[in-house]
């Protein structure tokens, strides 16, 4: 009896003891949930009238559209205001809830469709709350929202000039896979040229009206006969690849989505420094297809497709006992997946994350467009090195000629007599 | 819009009068051969006639002319609403951002009601122009950089423009999204003008250093003595005192009792510093011209855009949100040097008229109004030197030709 009592007290001591370590890891175990800290977010604007419908379209007539070309739907401020909604739900803790100037920074492209769109985001995201409300039967306040002129934007809108750039496309466009392409494509191009009456070259003016199409499509509009056997493929493949091009090889990358990803880096390296300064906690992006595209490409992660209206891409920064994580997730339908860096994991360390993209990301965005492709380019070819050698061998010549007749000149002004001569006509 | 009609019949008055006396001569000249019953037959039978050209006059004047919209452009300048002190000073008792809910330098909710309501202001002045639904085509809104701005603007889009029966996205939302175009503080060369222009720092500068500011800051260094001694930091220029007086501005407006040292000082004295302050920015005609040319050369382009293509009616509001100085700069640029430091909320309205219907386009003109204060919803009309209040727009175009300046113009002259 007296054995079988000592047991059952070491089984309830034993019992206890897991107990208590049991609760212990578990503990430790949330310890180990890492903390968000901060995030970028990107979008696409939300559902849009056509840019600028193709000649022969028969829903030219703007009475099709409630607003002018390029300009948002109530259906696209919707997509947008649910967007808002679901971002905060998903940053509810890290925004605590209400707008601070101090937490917060949007910017936009200088195009009505996205601003439109952030505004739409904003009033889902940030509701005004009791004493934030400045009239009473008004569920909504004004937030700031930034935007530089599209030609002297860099960073969102990617339009700023950039020569190398142009030069660097242009060689990827010869690229013998992008070349392939388009010579597939010809027979269809001629064929677009024909019932559009639009000329229809590249690949970019096939994405142009494949975008027309699926608006009109999305709109219920009865599409004419003709795009039956091009509508959707193969012209969704086409724009599809329109959005891989322009920033296809590592040069376009570090041009083109560079500077953004650049930004985002420095907000978090700031952030783990403590050093961020307003210290905040969220940027909002509002731009186009284009960007999302240029993004995840440049980040290695682009997976050939048309980046749909409100299209997110979000950075998040999170901490683990010191160490700091990057995440990237792209939602571009409900769902939100995790996409991952290639070399790194879903959580990839910011370090790693920084080494990673080190050679997509310009040090001096405005001198790399300028400098000169001819002497930055790996490759020298054959004609370059013979022109350079050239040019080189003319130079030379042409200094030794100079420095000849600088020479000769200064014997002759020497010369007492003529220095006298010029010295009495200037007293006259 | 009741301005405008009054004095659309006063020019249409006028028109009938000239023909009716040309038309009399003639018929005196007729008369001396007839007898005297011809005569007062004639004379009724003329007397009806122009009665009933003058009653068509007035009859189209009240149908505003074919239905056309008086106002063919609408170009507003104004001033954000109430915010909080952008910075303090070290014997501040608010010197604490508890005082402050939104931050510094941040629009107050009494701000953006103010702007609420000098949107539906507006609305009520110009709803003809912005039609009942919002369109890109007739609404153009730019903003400085500046939070406060932006924000202004938003405010003031909520009144201005809500959403139509037809344009409601969301049920019992009575709200949607309008763009606002900001510029960052170093491009601008618009609104706030801080881009660099090396000409007009050195005249600026040489502003500061004038005759007049010496004397000035000779003049109240006593002042500058009791300011230094109780804000407890150096106050030496006017500029210090414009920035001490904008705080203690926004602390009275919200409620807060300003320390005793102000009582002699505050509000007149020191106002009075503030806008020699303010006016240093434009001292000059090519300092004006420099920082309130770009404006005033915009509205003209505007104006004279729409001008060249109304066959096509488009009508147009345009709104530029900007600072104090803003308002302030263009005031001094139109002409009008006496101009005080802008309240909140100060607005300037330009505004090309139709002139009256069949008398063609050369006869559109430009009206000028100021308000001083988002306190005030009645404007007042200025006229421009060398213009009368009703000023034709060749006549605007003219009277300004000396301060619009291009942005290309600005980008040379500033780097010469």
């Known amino acids: 009896m007296e054995v079988f009592r000592s047991t059952l007290k070491w089984v309830y001591l034993l019992v206890l003891a897991w107990g208590l370590s049991a609760t212990f890891a578990l503990s430790h175990a949330e310890d180990a949930t890492p903390e968000l800290v901060m995030v ?33 739907t109530t259906v696209g401020m919707k997509q947008h205001y649910e967007l808002g909604l679901w971002l905060r739900q998903r940053y ?50 004004p937030i700031p929202i930034h935007t530089i002129p599209e030609h002297l934007d860099h960073v969102l809108a990617m339009k700023k000039p950039c020569p190398r750039y142009d030069a660097e496309f242009a060689l990827a466009r010869n690229l013998p896979e992008v070349k392939d392409l388009e010579k597939q494509y010809q027979g269809l191009f001629k064929y677009l040229s024909l019932h559009t009456g639009s000329e229809v070259k ?19 509009l009865t599409l004419p006969e003709w795009t039956k056997p091009v509508y959707p493929e193969p012209l969704r493949t086409i724009a599809q690849w329109s959005f891989a091009l322009p920033a296809y090889t590592p040069e376009l990358r570090r041009l083109k989505g560079g500077p953004l990803v650049k930004e985002w880096i420095d907000h978090f390296q700031k952030k783990r420094a403590g050093t961020l300064e307003p210290d905040r906690k969220m940027y909002i992006y509002s731009a186009h297809d284009t960007t999302v595209a240029n993004i995840l490409s440049t980040l290695g992660i682009f997976e050939r497709h048309c980046p749909p209206y409100a299209s997110t891409v979000l950075a998040e920064l999170y901490r683990l006992k010191n160490t700091y994580y990057v995440s990237i997730v792209y939602k571009n339908s409900s769902e939100a997946r995790t996409l991952t860096l290639p070399g790194c994991s879903e959580l990839c360390e910011l370090d790693k994350f920084v080494s990673l993209t080190k050679s997509v990301i310009p040090e001096n965005w405005e001198k790399e467009c300028h400098y000169h492709l001819l002497f930055s380019s790996e490759d020298l070819n054959d004609l370059s090195i013979s022109a350079l050698a050239t040019s080189g061998i003319l130079s030379l010549i042409l200094l030794v000629v100079l ?6 000149q200064r014997q002759q002004i020497n010369d007492p007599f003529r220095y006298q001569t010029v010295s009495t006509n200037a007293d006259a | 819009m009741r301005d405008s009609s009054q004095s659309a019949e006063y020019r249409y008055h006028d028109q009938p009068a000239m023909t009716t006396s040309s038309q009399f001569t003639l018929t005196s000249n007729l008369i001396k051969h007839k007898n005297q019953r011809m005569k007062c037959f004639t004379v009724s039978v003329l007397g009806i006639a122009i009665f009933a050209i003058l009653l068509a006059y007035v009859a189209f004047a009240d149908k505003d002319g074919d239905g056309k919209p008086d106002i063919k452009v609408a170009y507003v300048i104004f001033r954000h609403g109430d915010r909080n002190p952008t910075e303090s000073y070290a014997t501040d008792p ?41 369109s890109s085509e007739r609404l153009l809104v730019r903003s400085s950089y500046a939070d406060r701005v932006i924000m202004s603007a938003g405010a003031l889009l909520a009144g201005l423009q809500p959403p139509s029966t037809s344009e ?6 009575n709200w949607h999204p309008i763009p606002i175009h900001s510029t960052p503080r170093s491009l601008d060369q618009l609104i706030t003008v801080k881009k660099k222009c090396p000409r007009y720092d050195k005249e600026l500068k040489e502003a500061y250093q004038s005759e007049e500011i010496s004397k000035i800051n000779t003049d109240i260094a006593d002042l500058y003595r009791h300011l230094s001694a109780n804000t407890g930091q150096n106050v030496s220029t006017v500029l210090d005192v414009e920035f001490l007086f904008n705080t203690l501005e926004i602390e009275e407006a919200n409620g807060h009792k300003l320390p005793d040292w102000t009582k002699e000082i505050y509000p007149e004295k020191m106002k009075e510093i503030a806008t020699i302050s303010v006016k240093i920015f434009s001292q000059t005609p090519s ?24 066959l096509d009616q488009k009508h147009e509001v345009f709104l530029i949100a900007g600072h104090d100085m803003t308002v302030l700069n263009v005031m001094r640029a139109l002409g009008f040097d006496e101009t005080s430091k802008p309240d909140i909320g100060a607005a300037i309205l330009i505004e090309l008229h139709a002139g009256p219907p069949g008398l063609g386009e050369s006869t559109d003109f430009v009206k000028l109004f100021y308000m001083n204060s988002s306190s005030t919803t009645d404007p007042i009309q200025l006229s421009l030197n060398g213009c009368d209040e009703i000023c034709s727009l ?20 500033c780097n010469n």
């Not at chain 2, 402050?100 to 609305?123: E, S």
């Not at chain 2, 409601?168 to 939302?173: E, N, V």
């Not at chain 2, 060749?394 to 002259?413: G, M, R, Y």
């Open chain 1, 202 to 220: 590249t690949i970019e003016n096939a994405e142009y009206i494949h975008s027309t199409l699926f608006i009109e499509t999305l709109k219920n």
């Open chain 2, 394 to 413: 060749d006549s605007f175009v003219s009277a300004l030709s000396h301060v619009a300046i291009k942005p290309s113009e600005w980008e040379t002259e």
């Open chain 1, 403 to 408: 420095i000849i007749g600088f020479v000769r």
């Open chain 2, 287 to 310: 300092m004006k011209r420099f920082v309130g040319g770009p404006l005033i050369n915009d509205m003209i382009e505007k104006m004279v855009e729409n001008h060249k293509h109304s």
């Open chain 2, 94 to 134: 608010y010197n604490d951002i508890k005082y402050w809910p939104g931050g510094w330098g941040a629009l107050t909710n009494k701000g953006k009601l103010q702007m609420y309501k000098l949107g539906k202001y507006l609305r009520s002045r110009y709803a003809e122009l912005l039609g009942e639904t919002y």
């Open chain 1, 40 to 72: 970028n977010v990107l979008f696409r604007h939300g559902d849009r009238t056509p840019v600028n419908p193709y000649p022969m379209d028969p829903y030219r007539n703007s009475s099709f559209w409630s607003t002018g070309w390029g300009q948002l």
């Open chain 2, 168 to 173: 409601i996205w969301l049920p019992g939302f």
């Open chain 1, 92 to 141: 509810i803790s890290l925004l605590k809830n209400d707008y601070a100037k101090s937490d917060v920074y949007v910017q936009s492209t200088d195009v009505d469709r996205t601003l439109m769109s952030v505004e739409s985001n904003l009033a889902g995201l940030f509701p005004p709350r009791g004493s934030r409300m400045f009239e009473p039967n008004l569920k909504w306040q």
